[in-house]
């Protein structure tokens, strides 16, 4: 299982934000470099959004979904939980 730490990255080293892993040996790593969006200003997030989603409609991606709750069930492959009716 993958396991996450918080960490900044400083030139080639890392400052652990958090508890470190606790292997003491050399362990292979990924490293996402997480860009900063609050930088951006809440207008141009908002530009954005609303861009993405008016194209989203042009394409019309989501108008062949007639029943959303019986698609989101199939995507995520959900099995019937006990005592709820679907």
Do not use: F
């Not at 730490?5 to 606790?22: F, G, S, T, V």
């Not at 995507?75 to 939980?81: A, I, Y």
């Amino acid at each position: 299982m993958l396991r996450t730490y918080k960490a900044i990255l400083r030139d080639n080293h890392i400052e652990w934000l958090e508890q470190p892993p606790e292997e003491a040996n050399a362990v292979p790593v990924y490293i996402t470099v997480l860009n900063d969006l609050a930088s951006e200003p809440l207008s141009k997030r908002g530009r954005m959004m609303a861009d993405a989603l008016a194209e989203l409609a042009q394409r019309g991606t989501l108008a062949a979904i007639t029943d959303p709750v019986s698609w989101q069930q199939e995507q995520r492959s959900e099995r019937p939980l006990p005592d709820r009716e679907l």
